[in-house]
Each structure stands twice: as C-alpha cells, then as structure tokens.
C-alpha cells in the first residue's frame, strides 16, 4: 500500500471542491506551514476527530555502538513528536484490514 502524498492530497481535494489546483496547492502548504510552527514553537495540535500532535521531551540517555559495544554514546535530551489518534480514527482503524498492512519479508539476496 503506497503512502499518501501532498499531491494526493491536494487532487483529492481538487476533485471535490473544483477550486483552482493553485489555490488548494497553497491552501494545503499554508496549513502544514502553520502546524510545523506551531509544533517548532513547542505547542500542541488538536485536530478534532483525527488526533493530537504533542510534542514531547526525551531524556537524556546512554546508547551503545552496535560495532562497539564497549564504548558508551551519549544520546542527548530532544523534542519529538507523538500522535495520539482521536475517536473517530480509532474506531476507524479497528475496521481496518490488518492482512492487507503486512508486508512480505525482504527477499535473501546471495549469499
């Protein structure tokens, strides 16, 4: 299943309301410029219906190299953000087709 893309989203759109292709182009950017400040600023994006955007603080914490597991790496504190989906999205997604999600493992390539 291939992922959704802005342009996906602003056809879509398109199809529906008949605005010119432009303005839904720059409508859409508009309101991802507008959650990513928000976001970058440090607030929270409720969006009823769909789910919260919260960002969140990692802690600072020691990791280590895979290749060198006797040397200790400091991964520093950050901001993240988290999705919580909201109750229409949930239910939503209970009905969802969970065969049709899983991927086929990456095929061995020679040894």
Do not use: C, W
């Not at 970058?40 to 994006?45: H, I, K």
């Not at 040397?71 to 901001?79: K, L, S, T």
Request: proline fraction near 7%; hydrophobic fraction near 40%.
């Amino acid at each position: 299943m291939a992922n959704l893309t802005k342009r996906e989203i602003v056809l879509e759109i398109y199809k529906k309301a008949g605005f010119p292709q432009k303005q839904i182009v720059d409508t859409v950017q508009q309101t991802l410029d507008i959650i990513q400040a928000a976001l970058a600023s440090g607030r929270n994006v409720e969006l009823r219906n769909f789910g919260v955007l919260e960002v969140q603080v990692r802690k600072q914490r020691v990791g280590r190299n895979p290749n060198k597991p006797e040397a200790e790496v400091i991964i520093p504190q950050r901001a993240v953000v988290k999705f919580k989906s909201g109750k229409i999205l949930k239910q939503q997604l209970k009905n969802l087709n969970l065969s049709q999600l899983q991927t086929p493992p990456p095929a061995a390539g020679p040894a």
